[in-house]
T-cell receptor, first 114, second 115 residues
């Protein structure tokens, strides 16, 4: 149980384009979903927290107009990187939790912007 | 703001050795503490989760302890194997308001087990 999937697992896009990453909880309803970013040899940094049906709460320093998060249902959250640039290249990981319990992590999405 | 520190940043041991990874956190008012494993280029694998009311958790060759008063947790790996080579991350759950809990990660300890 408690499986979280992400799609795509890796994506390459050109500078200036937008890319969407999906995060799904497969066997439970996720009241809260989290998005993290991990740069090479760095730890995970929380980008934003989203509750189903509400606007996401972004961490300080994260541009909400650049990283659009939608949590439209209890099993799906999406992260859209708009007008991507090479410095946005990173490993993006989502997690999902039911109420205030343990977070379950997706396998991550490797984004490369050329 | 919670800060999580892991020492050492890297560790190399011969196969069969027992080892301890250290984690410290600044805010003792944590909800849970969790240890993860991350292989290169991969996502996170949860190893052990210790609830704030617990002092330790065990799974196979792994044992994690938690001392909230001193702000420390340790992950003990017995009889290390080359397959244990990975980066181990410690993360603390802290209450962030409105019924939500956030995870703060350490930078990890990169473990290499030499055959």
């Amino acid at each position: 149980g408690a499986v979280v999937s992400q799609h795509p697992s890796w994506v390459i896009c050109k500078s200036g384009t937008s890319v969407k990453i999906e995060c799904r909880s497969l066997d439970f309803q996720a009241t809260t979903m989290f998005w993290y970013r991990q740069f090479p040899k760095q730890s995970l940094m929380l980008m934003a927290t989203s509750n189903e049906g509400s606007k996401a709460t972004y961490e300080q320093g994260v541009e909400k107009d650049k990283f659009l998060i939608n949590h439209a249902s209890l099993t799906l959250s999406t992260l859209t990187v708009t007008s991507a640039h090479p410095e946005d290249s990173s490993f993006y990981i989502c997690s999902a939790s039911y109420l205030a319990y343990e977070q379950y992590f997706g396998p991550g999405t490797r984004l490369t912007v050329t | 703001k919670q800060e999580v520190t892991q020492i050492p940043a890297a560790l190399s041991v011969p196969e069969g050795e027992n080892l301890v990874l250290n984690c410290s956190f600044t805010d003792s008012a944590i909800y849970n503490l969790q240890w993860f494993r991350q292989d290169p280029g991969k996502g996170l694998t949860s190893l052990l989760l210790i609830q704030s009311s617990q002092r330790e958790q065990t799974s196979g060759r792994l044992n994690a302890s938690l001392d909230k008063s001193s702000g420390r947790s340790t992950l003990y790996i017995a009889a290390s194997q080359p397959g244990d080579s990975a980066t181990y991350l410690c993360a603390a759950y802290s209450y962030s308001g409105a019924g939500s809990y956030q995870l703060t990660f350490g930078k990890g300890t990169k473990l290499s087990v030499i055959p």
